[in-house]
């Protein structure tokens, strides 16, 4: 099985930073795309950020420039810089990842898409 457990996320004050960690545990072969979303008081989730295997990287209009998305293959883990942060930024941050199973069935890798729990982010104005 795999595991996703973000970290990192807390209460700041507009303009602040934070960075949130989100370390993939479990049998894992590789992970391909990394996402983080987020998803506001009555709002539907959205997608922030993806990273790929080979470091390229997207982003929603409202973060580019304040948020940064990195990742460490060796240490199965991603990353999400947020700067100059914003009340607009305020939600819980969910990590997701396409991870290749390190188990083989039928001579093949079996391919999951998996999500953390979410860690809380609240920026004051």
């Known amino acids: 099985q795999v595991q996703l457990v973000e970290s990192g996320g807390g209460v700041v004050q507009a303009g602040g930073s934070l960075r949130l960690s989100c370390a993939a545990s479990?049998?894992?072969?590789?992970?391909?795309?990394m996402y983080w979303y987020r998803q506001a008081p009555g709002k539907e989730r959205e997608l922030v950020a993806a990273?790929?295997?080979?470091?390229?990287?997207n982003y929603v209009d409202s973060v580019k420039g304040r948020f940064t998305i990195s990742r460490d293959n060796a240490k199965n883990t991603g990353y999400l810089q947020m700067n100059s942060l914003k009340p607009e930024d305020t939600g819980v941050y969910y990590c997701?990842?396409?991870?290749?199973?390190?188990?083989?069935?039928?001579?093949?890798?079996?391919?999951?898409?998996?999500w953390g729990q979410g860690t809380q982010v609240t920026v004051s104005s």
């Open positions: 997701n990842a396409d991870v290749i199973q390190g188990r083989v069935l039928g001579g093949l890798r079996p391919r999951g898409n998996y």
């Open positions: 479990g049998a894992i072969f590789s992970i391909n795309t």
């Open positions: 990273i790929t295997t080979g470091g390229s990287t």
